[in-house]
């Protein structure tokens, strides 16, 4: 991908996370207090003597909405089957699952857990401690870590994207 286009990308990212996170949110809850105010509230002589003007009305909805708005929010995440399946997709769709992250873990983590799985390898060959078997799992595991450490793909990724990308970084 072109550094123009990653930019690109980028700024459209955070368009869509400030747009829908803070910019509707802050909307959609005045528009809410508003319509409710004008088309409820208003229309009902009884409950709009009891609120007087929409200043308090939008006080005391805002005291109710915010607590409710928070148990609503956890019950999700804590309750609702809906999160755990929200975040299994993004799990699949993360690609950082099946490589690894940029920085340390590229730089040092993971040189450091082939580098010691070499050396332990070698002493295990020279006391002669290894089947066949625990030789072709250890370098297959030392074949993943080098292919993530040079940026490719390991596993299994279920989006067609991502599996593209892994067969040309394996191959």
Known sequence: MTNKLRF???LWYYFRVGYATYLTFLLGAVNTLI???YLAISQMPAIESFFGHFAPFAIVMTLFGV???VAI?????KRSPAFTSETDIQAEANPY???LYPGYWTEAFAPVYLELLQQVTRLLEAQRLLDKEEKSRIENLETKLKTLI????VGAPRTTA???RSSIASS
């Open 162 to 164: 991502l599996r593209s």
């Open 67 to 69: 607590p409710l708005s």
């Open 35 to 37: 319509v409710v105010w």
């Open 8 to 10: 690109a990308a980028r």
């Open 97 to 99: 699952n099946y490589k």
């Open 150 to 153: 040079s940026g490719g793909f």
């Open 73 to 77: 929010g956890w019950a999700h995440i």
